[in-house]
């Protein structure tokens, strides 16, 4: 599980992150340390400590997702650490195709 949030402004950077960062699709992130990490996003998990301790409100957050590269690492990725990411699934889903990790599917009806 991610690291819950600490303050306002860690709140704020999961909500940024949140922005950045499709729920499925190829995501090129920067982490705090400098780090570069390419992936399939494979999971997402988020979430609040609503309800423990006897509060009802929620005043700490996590976030965390896994991503597997394309020489097929999986990478735990807390949301905390990461710098900026962007979506390149557009320009990088052939290369994942190709390594076997995508698998795209026309489920058009033809018969329409």
Known sequence: ???FTT???EIQHIAKMQ???PVWGIVAFEL???QKIEGLVMR???GTNAGS???PWPTSYHAELTVQSIDGIAWLIDYL???SASDVTSQRMTDFQNAGLVSVVDL?????
């Not at 058009?108 to 329409?112: A, M, P, Q, R």
């Open 1 to 3: 599980m991610g690291r």
């Open 7 to 9: 303050s306002a402004a």
């Open 19 to 21: 922005k950045q960062i």
């Open 32 to 34: 705090q340390n400098g």
């Open 44 to 46: 997402l998990n988020m």
């Open 53 to 55: 301790g006897g509060n």
């Open 81 to 83: 650490d990461v710098k």
């Open 108 to 112: 058009s009806d033809e018969k329409k």
